[in-house]
Every structure is written in structure tokens, then in C-alpha cells.
């Protein structure tokens, strides 16, 4: 118990020093050891390290995870040492909900096979969300969270050290300067009974604080050499967080270019369910119930200003005119190629001429190119004004 009050005390002594000191700097009234420059870069260095690091790890998390509830529970299953649950991806619950509603809708109609198309890529693109998630977590965020976990606070730690070494080393040098002073001044007393014992007992004080100053130098050299050589780690961090950055690139570039395929693929099945929709709607023309005083004639159904072609579902590109209210210009997004002869093959990026004729299919449109004209599908471009 003893000895424990000992060093309650005398921790108590060295924090109060620090204290002192630490006032007084800020105060102007006592001097301060200065680190060398290249030593103050190593810090700013590593502070300038640390906070981009803080805002990356958190907004990286923000770009995987948007629900910040999700991102709490996350953390505390983190924290508790726990697994995370699966959780299912906006992608795979939208699907979910698609596939459901195509088996009420009925999957055999023109809506619900549409509705299976587009969950059954919404699910791919789910899954390829949670693959995506899952790889720029183990090769981003935990390298970027190792290092504010560890070496940072590491860094921290033996910083702090640092400064308590150098609060010490400035006492003991204003110990050492008042000591030197008193000790001046008692030497120019002309006083020859108080001189020689006051001088005495003051060159020893001088000569405790110049052996303290040392032990105090020495440490703080050591403690700085310490910092330093942790500072400098900073270069491998960043070459660490390069090869970092490198794999989560590429993990984004795998992801959006399956997304980009996932698209493609359903556009291409769309269009192919679109035109036989088409074909369904010109059929269903030709079947509605003619009056009773047509009965027995032979009618086909024409619609003003379009060829009888076009009604019955066969377009024959000779036979198409422009409408009246005239053609818009529009901008290919994709590659499409023709599945027959009445459809027009697109390049991407190239520019062509479009119209629409009443009675078409909306999500069709009549394309030109030149001297070529054919149906386009909708979705493959971008219109012009």
C-alpha cells in the first residue's frame, strides 16, 4: 500500500509538472522543444493519412450499404464479435415480388412473361450486388479499418508518449535555467558568512538538474526515434492502400460490366417478346366481330395513311411513308441485330431516322437509314428532339 502511495505521488508530481509546462507554452512564458522539420512532415503526413482514410472507410461504407440502419446493426455485430446475418439484396426482393405477381397476373400472358424476364435479371443483378459487397468489403474496408484499428492508433499511442517525453525534457530545462540563475546571482552576493554554504547547496542543485536534463534528453531522443520510424510506415500504408484500391476497382468494373450484360441480355429477350406481342395485337385486329351487314365479306381493317401490310402485321419497308406529323432523329444506344428481314440492324452511336404509324406496337419504333428502312425496338435508342 505503501508503495503504491509513493507512486500515486510521485505520478501526480510528474502530471502537475506537465501541466505547468504545458500552460506556460501556451501562455508564452516558457520555451518549447522543436521537432525537426522533416519530423513535422512525417506528422502532418500521417494526420493528413488518417483523417482521408476516416472519410473513405465511411463513405465507401455508404456507397455498399445506403441504409444506415442496416449499417448500425452491421457495426454492433462487428463489435459483438458476431456473423452478420444474409440479408437479401433491393435487386433479389424485387424479383421476389415480380415473380409473384407474374404467377397472379398469369405467366403465360404478355405482361407476366415480361414481369419473369425482369425479375429473373433483377435476382442476377441481386446476386451480383451481394458478390460485389462481399469482395470490396474483405479487399477495401478491412484493410482501410486494420490500419485505423491498429497501426494508427499504435501511432496514436507512442505520439502521446512523445509529448509527455518532450513536457519533461522543457521542465527539466526551466529547472535547470532557474537553477543556474539563483545560483548566478548567490555567487555576486558579497556576503562571506551565507556564500559558500548557499553556493554549495545551489551548485548541487544545478549540477541534480543538469544529470535529470540528461536522463530526460535521452529519453525523448529514444521516444522520437520511436515516432519516427512508425511515421515512416506511413509510405507502406499507402502503397498497401494502393493495391487496395487497384482490387476494389476492379471488383466495381466486374460488377457494373455484368450489370451492363444483365441489361443487354433482357433488352434482346424483351425485344424479341415486344415484337411477337406486336403480332398479337394486328391478329387481334383482324379477329374482332364485324357487323352483321358484313357478314360473309371478306374485310381487312385499314388504318388511314398506313399500308394494309402494316395492319396485318407484316411491314414491308417499301411499302412505308413517313406520317404527316412528321420524323425525329435518334441516337442508337446499343448494338441490335435484325431478326428479320422487317426489323432495321443498329450500330451504337450512330444516328438514324425514326417515325411511329399508328396501330404499332409502342415499344417499336420505324427506323431509316439511308435508303434501308425496318422496326427498331424502342429501347435500344435515344431520341432526339
Known amino acids: 500500500m505503501e508503495f503504491n502511495v509513493k507512486k500515486l505521488a510521485s505520478d501526480a508530481g510528474v502530471f502537475f509538472s506537465r501541466a505547468m509546462q504545458f500552460t506556460e507554452e501556451k501562455l508564452g512564458q516558457a520555451e518549447k522543444t522543436e521537432l525537426d522539420a522533416h519530423f513535422e512532415n512525417l506528422l502532418a503526413r500521417a494526420d493528413c493519412t488518417k483523417n482521408w482514410t476516416e472519410k473513405i472507410l465511411r463513405q465507401t461504407e455508404v456507397l455498399l450499404q445506403p441504409n444506415p440502419s442496416a449499417r448500425v446493426e452491421e457495426f454492433l455485430y462487428e463489435k459483438l464479435d458476431r456473423k452478420v446475418p444474409s440479408r437479401v439484396t433491393n435487386g433479389e426482393l424485387l424479383a421476389q415480388y415480380m415473380t409473384e405477381a407474374a404467377n397472379d397476373f398469369g405467366p403465360g400472358t404478355p405482361y407476366g412473361k415480361t414481369l419473369i424476364k425482369v425479375g429473373e435479371t433483377q435476382r442476377r443483378l441481386g446476386a451480383a450486388e451481394r458478390e460485389f459487397i462481399r469482395s470490396a468489403s474483405i479487399n477495401f474496408l478491412t484493410p482501410l479499418r486494420n490500419f485505423l484499428e491498429g497501426d494508427w492508433r499504435t501511432i496514436s499511442k507512442e505520439r502521446r508518449i512523445l509529448q509527455n517525453r518532450r513536457l519533461d525534457l522543457d521542465a527539466c530545462k526551466a529547472r535547470l535555467k532557474k537553477a543556474k ?67 476494389f476497382v476492379e471488383s466495381q468494373t466486374n460488377y457494373y460490366a455484368q450489370c451492363y450484360q444483365f441489361m443487354l441480355d433482357l433488352q434482346k429477350q424483351l425485344g424479341s417478346l415486344g415484337a411477337s406481342n406486336c403480332d398479337i395485337q394486328f391478329n387481334s385486329i383482324n379477329t374482332n366481330p364485324f357487323p352483321e351487314e358484313l357478314a360473309g365479306r371478306t374485310v381487312v381493317p385499314t388504318i388511314v395513311g398506313v399500308p394494309n401490310t402494316v395492319a396485318e402485321g407484316v411491314l414491308n419497308p417499301n411499302e412505308v411513308k413517313p406520317p404527316a406529323s412528321g420524323t425525329r432523329k435518334a441516337r442508337v444506344l446499343y448494338d441490335y441485330e435484325a431478326a428479320d428481314s422487317t426489323e432495321l440492324a443498329l450500330l451504337a452511336d450512330e444516328m438514324i431516322t425514326v417515325y411511329s404509324l399508328p396501330g404499332m406496337d409502342p415499344d417499336w419504333l420505324i427506323g431509316e437509314r439511308g435508303n434501308q428502312k425496318g422496326k427498331v425496338p424502342v429501347t435500344y435508342l435515344e431520341l432526339l428532339s
Open 181 to 247: 540563475a539563483a545560483e548566478a546571482k548567490a555567487a555576486a552576493v558579497p556576503d562571506f558568512q551565507e556564500t559558500r554554504p548557499r553556493n554549495y547547496v545551489l551548485s548541487a542543485s544545478a549540477s541534480a538538474a543538469e544529470h535529470e536534463l540528461r536522463l530526460t534528453q535521452t529519453e525523448f531522443d529514444r521516444q522520437a526515434e520511436v515516432t519516427r520510424l512508425l511515421l515512416e510506415g506511413i509510405s507502406s500504408t499507402h502503397v498497401n492502400h494502393l493495391r487496395c484500391l487497384h482490387e
